[in-house]
């Protein structure tokens, strides 16, 4: 059973994994996107405590990922910390394990609505949008030909028979690409909001991310 | 002055004597023993069928006592419903005004105007009437010193269904700061019938270190006993199924020839389906009504009040209407499938006839043949006037949690004297300290290993060291989100016209607005696809689309539902009756006494594979259109059976037997599978010793509560009441769609990284009585161990039918998520290649 499946978009062969990342293998490129770093921390700050392990467990993930791959470059797709003074708590180890992950690759970090302004101090370029060989890398979808986006952390509900189940789900008519969240407190958008018939004009694919391995559903057949 | 001056004052004034001989009473025993002991300053829990005049009993000695000071507040009342309330206080009037009594009683429920809520805490009234919610708010607030000091008295109604939940953990905390605010209170518990009369009068008196206090039992007379019949149906009894349809026109029948009729039946959906049937053949016109919890509020009033006013001919309703309020006049109670526990039952007929010198009348009808031998044991069960009530609870830690801050909102404490306050409370009496400090420091600062939270603290010490609230906030997130009520997150249904109808075609927009249904719960309506029907509002409907928190639906024409909404009741049977079951079973003499069909389907049992011992439970596998089956009779109740199933499908993965889903009902369980297990067994390759072991309770079982839909459910209440996440926000109550983040994610994260927190440890205590029952489970497995006797078949037994029947209705488990989403891709493809 393999842990990634082969979606096109704009004529590009990307690999979408399993744990939410996009593999480019032409280009060696991994994306990530919605990481929300420090969600935890952000809503404790209001009197929401909630656990503070959601860095370290989407750092963890990413560190898998990234050792499966073997990227020369990453694209942090915005929305990378969950606000703007966000990586002023990141503790020391998770500091430390974020520079380790950047060791002998280029880091991009896309600016997203969350972090407009991603540190400088952390490692990496910043940057609004990247393009490589037609394929432009932004953190909020315009519906453009060729463009991968993020920001409204996609997910299916698929139902059959009285039973249903809820994933994410990375979302392409073959076009364009909307990437799932990968943090770990990241909530979901259904596919079924208004946001999706914006940005993809017909039926598009969704992508789930199920237990073992990614199906491929028509979002048309999800509610 | 000597107990025998006491004992010569009359316990009643001459008014009351008076008032009572106007109406042609005269005080009943069980009213007199609850005056001598509050005469005595000695709490008391008054034991009482329906009709036994409880509630004046439980009101008496405060009549009496109060003698016209008045501003200062004597007596608490608490009921689970707030419609309670308002009925005691209107049943209060009469006495009152009859005797010219100088008391003024009030309600304060959430639907008291706020000016009043006000008055009441500057100018509280004599009596005040309420719910546990409401006392926990009063005692949060700085004032609750002032309000409280003067209490004489806290009477608990319907005790015996507070004490059994996380509401009754709230209100023993309740009691237990009241104890402390007002030494000289003293409580009365008014409650039906219960098994263990002992363990809940502990409830009702502060518990001293290390030793065990009870208030005094006072018993009232028992009722007449009941006449209890089970429907001697000259139909043929259906295999499976819930409905209770073959009886149906005897059904009709018996509210025909009875003046006012309650029709109880297990579940929404059951209650839908029954009323539509009986319109359907109701040619009398017989005022027939339906009443359940998911009706919108007005339709349900309405019901309500024709019913007091005794307009009504039947009411089909669900457990909406087993509690409290009088409906009038009723002469017959039937009761639609199993009955699931004796004292339920017992509390249901007691709604038939409140007076206490006829008998109540009821009628059991039973759904299918397993229910038959149910119904008969419940007959003899309340024959016997055997109860089954659940026992006394041990404290939630995540009750606490929320009472914890409530203490914070009333004033600053000090943790050592808190902790010695909750533990008086008889449902935390044993709570050790560390779990108390650790509730502490979950209500501070979310309770992590990893201290980075300190400067966000809910709560602080100052420089005494007493705990005290550390921001406004805290504070009114405490008071919008105080209850231990964690509702199913609950869509509106409104009935719109068909866009198939229309002409628009299949993409034609929903007309908004619509007629107002009901409300549904979420989790229904997310297995549904567009255009799949269910029963609702008592007609069938088709689903067609949700728009945020509506769901639309039209009328559909279909004959039957496509989906089937059985989500079985919410009471599994209980441990009592399914003993009393295996019993029956085992005891060939007296299948006698039950129907001529069933005697014979038990006969052919026994000639085909066996009937099961009381103490085995017996395996049975055999094929079947190309797969193999195996089915056991635990009769542990269908929780505890869903856990077992997805228990067992993992350890018959594990054995290559290919397993495939489950079914599971009261009584069985049914699994499939690809491998052969009859062959398995005979090689040696399977061995039904090994899978039934406990040890299943270990590391499988910790692997699927890592996934499991419901064990995720357990832990997003239990994240609700310790007050970790809101269920309302400041300004509008917003819905689960809106939140901001997920708690399935908050769970696998903290199960991952500090798998001993508190909140999962409170999870995992519901789970072992909830959704989950594996309590339950354990004991069975502990029971059945070394005494499975397996029976390779040819072919399905007749035991093994209604189980078998339910598949395609019931709702199928596996854990095979990849399997469902596969499914969909799959459907895809056919479409597409039109195949």
Known sequence: ?223 | MGIADREAQPLLPDGFLRWFAARGWSPRAHQLALLRKARDGRPALLIAPTGAGKTLAGFLPTLVEISGKGQHLHTLYISPLKALAVDIARNLETPIAEMNLPIRVETRTGDTPVSRRQRQRRYPPDVLLTTPEQIALLLASDDASFLFSSLQRVVLDELHALATSKRGDLLSLALARLWRLAPQMRTIGLSATVADPHALARFLAPQPRGKTVSADIVEADGAAAPIVEMLDTSERLPWAGHSARHALTEIYDLIRRNRTTLVFVNTRSQAEMLFQDLWRINDDGLAIALHHGSLDVAQRRKVEQAMTAGRLRGVVCTSSLDLGVDWGDVDLVINIGAPKGASRLMQRIGRANHRLDEASRAVLVPANRFEVLECRAAIDAVNENAQDTPPLRTGALDVLAQHVMGCACGGPFHADDLYEEVRTAAPYAALPRADFDGVVDFVATGGYALKSYERFARIRQDKEGRWRVANPRARQSYRLNVGTIVEEAMLKVRLVRSRHGGGKGPTGAIARGGRMLGEIEEYFIEGLVAGDTFVFGGEIVRFEALVEDQVYVSRANDESPKVPSYMGGKFPLSTYLAERVRRLLDDERAWRGLPHQVREWLNLQSRFSRVPHAREMIVETFPRAGKHYLVCYPFEGRLAHQTLGMLLTRRLERARARPLGFVANEYALAVWMLGDPSSMIRQGRLDLDALFDPDMLGDDLEAWLAESALMKRTFRSCAIISGLIARRFTGAEKSRRQVLFSTDLVYDVLRKHQPDHMLLRAARADAATGLLDIRRLSDMLARIRGRIDHKPLERISPLAVPVMLEIGRETVYGEASDELLAEAAEQLVREATGT
Request: aromatic share 8%; net charge positive; charged share 20%.
């Open chain 1, 1 to 223: 059973m393999s842990r990634v499946a082969a979606v096109t978009v704009a004529g590009a062969g990307f690999a979408a994994d399993l744990s939410g990342a996009l593999f480019w293998e032409r280009e060696r490129l991994l994306v990530v996107s919605d990481l929300h770093l420090e969600k935890g921390s952000s809503f404790a700050m209001r009197g929401v405590l909630l656990p503070p392990y959601d860095t370290v467990a989407t750092l963890d993930r990413l560190a898998a990922v990234i050792r499966r791959f073997d990227p020369r470059m990453v694209i942090a797709l915005g929305d990378s910390f969950h606000d703007r003074d966000a990586h002023n708590r990141l503790c020391a180890g998770d500091r430390e394990a974020l520079s380790g992950l950047q060791a002998g690759r280029r880091w991009i970090w896309i600016s997203g609505n969350h972090d407009p302004a991603p540190p400088s101090g952390l490692g990496g370029l910043v940057a609004t949008e990247w393009e490589i060989g037609g394929i432009v890398f932004r953190h909020e979808p315009t519906g453009a030909f060729g463009e991968i986006a993020g920001h409204l952390h996609p997910k299916a509900r698929v139902s059959a028979r009285g039973r249903s189940m809820e994933r994410r789900c990375f979302a392409s008519d073959g076009a364009r690409m909307v990437m799932p969240a990968f943090g770990a407190f990241a909530g979901g958008l259904s596919i079924r909001n208004g946001a999706f018939a914006r940005i993809f004009s017909a039926d598009f694919t969704a992508h789930v991310l199920g237990h073992s391995r990614l199906h491929a559903i028509a979002a048309s057949r999800c509610s």
